[in-house]
C-alpha cells in the first residue's frame, strides 16, 4: 500500500509539472483548407457554440439553440454502452485470457485503470483534450469542468455537433469523452499481463494519459465546430484553431488513431520494457476459461455500438450508418478469421472467433460513418485476415511478448482501418463523401474527393500517432521503471499476481 500511495503523490508531482509545460505549446498555424470529410468526428471546443466568428455586421442574433432530448437520450445510452464495454466487456475478455492465478489481477487493473482515468478526466483531461489551445493541447477553460453550467443562462452549456444549429449539453459530450479515455488505457493491460506491478500500471496510465491520450485526442478530434464555419473568408482562421491532425484532413470517425493505434503501440513497448513472462515460450500459458473470453467479446460488440454510433453525437442518419457498419464488418471479420484459421490448422477455434470479432470490432472504428456498408464489409473481411497475420506472423517478427496480442488486434487492425476509410469514403465507392450542410460554406464538393490523396493523408496520421505514442511510452515506462520499478519479482510472478498483488483468488482451491 505504501508503494502504492508513493506512486500516486509522484505521478500528481509528474502531473502537475506537466501540465504547466502544456501552458507553453506553440499555437497553431492555419491550414489551407477545411478537413476533407464531414463525417469526421467534431468532437467539440467547450462553448464553442459561443465562439465568435469573423463576419460583417450581422443581423439580430437568433435565439441560441436548445438540445433535442432525442439526441440527449441518445447519447447518455451511447456512455453507458461504453462503460458495458470496459467493465465488465474488456475485463472479463482479457480475464479469461491469462492463466488462473492472474484472473483477478487483470480485473482489478482494468476497474481501477478505468476509475483512475475518468478522475483525471473531469479534474484537467476534458480541458487539455477539448477547448481551445494549440494545435497539440487544449487549454484551461474547463479545469474541474468549470464553466459547464452557464450561471448567466442558467442553464448547462451546450457542446456543438456535425449539424449546424444542433447541440448536446456539453456535460453529456464529456461524460462520453471519459469512457474513450478510460477504455483507452485499459486496452494497454493486456500487453503485460501477468507480470507487471499494481504501482507501476496505474503510475504509468497518469503520465501516458496526459501526454499521449489527451494530445492525440485534441489533435485529431479537435475543431471549432460547423456554426464556426459561416463562409469561405473564415475557413482558414477556423483550421487554425483546430487539432493538428484534423487541420490537415485526416478521418477518425471514432478513435482509430486515438484509441486504438495509440494504446496498441503503448502495450508493444510495455511488452518490450517489462519483458517476458517467466516460461514464455517453454511452458504452457494457455487461456484458462475461453467461456469467460467468449462472453467478454459479446459484451464488447454490444458496447461498441454505443462507442460508434455515439461518435455521430446525434440521433440521425450517421448514426445509424455507423451502428450497421459495426454490426456487418464485425460479422465478416469473424467469418474471415475462421477461414484464415481453418485454411492454416485445419480447424476454426472459439478463440479466433472472438478475436476476429475484436479485430472487425477495432477496423470499423475510424470508418463507421465515413463509408458504405459495401465498405465496411470489405474493411471487416481484409481486418480479420490482416488480424489473424499480426497475432501470428507478427508477432513471431516482432519477438515481443505482448500477451493478449494488443498490437495484433488493435494496432494491425487499427492501421487497416484507418487507411481503408480513405479508401471506402469516397462517393465512387458508396461513401458518404461531402454531404454535411456546413461544407457548402467552404465550397467543398464531391468532385474534389481524392482516393490516394486522401489515404495518403491517413497514412500520415497513423506514423505521427506511431511516433508520438511510441516516444510518450518509452519515456513512461523508463520513468516508472527508475521510481517504483516495473516488474514484480520472480517468485511473485510464479505464486500469481492474485495473491501476491492483492491478497485474494478468483477460485476457491
Not at 465478416?332 to 472459439?350: H, N, P, Q, T
Request: with cysteine.
Amino acid at each position: 500500500m505504501k508503494k502504492l500511495l508513493v506512486s500516486l503523490a509522484l505521478g500528481l508531482s509528474l502531473l502537475t509539472t506537466g501540465v504547466a509545460a502544456l501552458a507553453q505549446a506553440p499555437a497553431a498555424a492555419p491550414a489551407a483548407a477545411v478537413a476533407e470529410a464531414t463525417t469526421a468526428t467534431p468532437t467539440e471546443a467547450a462553448a464553442a457554440m459561443q465562439a465568435p466568428v469573423a463576419a460583417a455586421a450581422a443581423p439580430a442574433a437568433a435565439p441560441a439553440p436548445v438540445p433535442n432530448k432525442g439526441d440527449t437520450a441518445w447519447m447518455l445510452v451511447s456512455t453507458i454502452l461504453v462503460i458495458l464495454m470496459v467493465v465488465p466487456g474488456l475485463a472479463l475478455f482479457y480475464g479469461g485470457l491469462v492463466r488462473s492465478k492472474n484472473m483477478l489481477s487483470v480485473l482489478m487493473q482494468i476497474m481501477v485503470t478505468f476509475s483512475l482515468i475518468v478522475v483525471l478526466w473531469f479534474i484537467y483531461g476534458y480541458s487539455l483534450a477539448f477547448t481551445e489551445g494549440s494545435a497539440f493541447f487544449g487549454g484551461f477553460d474547463r479545469l474541474f469542468m468549470k464553466g459547464i453550467w452557464d450561471n448567466t443562462a442558467g442553464t448547462f452549456a451546450n457542446a456543438a455537433t456535425f449539424s449546424k444549429g444542433v447541440v448536446i449539453p456539453e456535460i453529456v459530450f464529456a461524460a462520453f469523452q471519459a469512457t474513450f479515455a478510460g477504455i483507452t488505457c485499459a486496452l494497454i493491460v493486456g500487453a503485460f499481463a501477468e507480470r507487471i506491478k499494481f504501482s507501476a500500471v496505474l503510475l504509468f496510465m497518469v503520465i501516458w494519459f496526459t501526454f499521449s491520450y489527451l494530445p492525440m485526442a485534441h489533435m485529431v478530434w479537435f475543431w471549432m465546430g460547423p456554426d464556426a464555419y459561416t463562409g469561405k473568408e473564415v475557413v482558414d482562421a477556423m483550421n487554425g484553431k483546430a487539432g493538428y491532425i484534423w487541420q490537415s484532413g485526416a478521418l477518425d470517425f471514432a478513435g482509430g488513431t486515438v484509441v486504438h493505434i495509440n494504446a496498441a503501440v503503448a502495450g508493444l513497448v510495455g511488452a518490450y520494457m517489462v519483458g517476458k513472462r517467466i516460461g514464455y515460450g517453454k511452458e504452457a500459458m494457455a487461456p484458462h476459461s475461453l467461456t469467460l473470453t467468449m462472453v467478454g467479446a459479446a459484451l464488447l460488440w454490444v458496447g461498441w455500438f454505443g462507442f460508434n454510433a455515439g461518435s455521430a453525437l446525434e440521433a440521425s442518419g450517421f448514426a445509424a450508418l455507423a451502428f450497421i457498419n459495426t454490426l456487418g464488418a464485425t460479422a465478416a471479420a469473424v467469418l474471415a478469421w475462421c477461414v484464415g484459421e481453418a485454411l492454416m490448422r485445419g480447424k476454426a477455434s472459439m478463440l479466433g472467433a472472438a478475436s476476429g470479432a475484436v479485430a472487425g470490432l477495432v477496423a470499423i472504428t475510424p470508418a463507421a460513418g465515413n463509408v458504405g456498408i459495401g465498405g465496411g464489409l470489405v474493411i471487416g473481411f481484409i481486418a480479420g485476415f490482416a488480424c489473424l497475420w499480426g497475432v501470428h506472423g507478427l508477432k513471431k517478427l516482432l519477438g515481443a511478448d505482448d500477451s493478449l496480442d494488443v498490437f495484433g488486434v488493435h494496432g494491425v487492425g487499427g492501421i487497416v482501418g484507418a487507411l481503408l476509410t480513405g479508401v471506402f469514403n469516397s462517393p465512387s465507392l458508396g461513401g458518404p463523401g461531402f454531404v454535411a450542410d456546413w461544407v457548402t460554406a467552404t465550397g467543398i464538393t464531391a468532385a474534389d474527393y481524392s482516393i490516394v490523396s486522401q489515404v495518403w493523408i491517413q497514412a500520415k496520421a497513423v506514423l505521427i500517432t506511431l511516433v508520438w505514442s511510441g516516444v510518450v511510452s518509452f519515456i513512461a515506462y523508463k520513468v516508472v521503471d527508475l521510481t517504483i520499478g516495473l516488474r514484480v519479482s520472480e517468485e511473485d510472478e510464479r505464486e500469481g499476481l492474485d495473491i501476491t498483488s492483492h491478497g485474494e483468488t478468483a477460485y476457491s482451491r
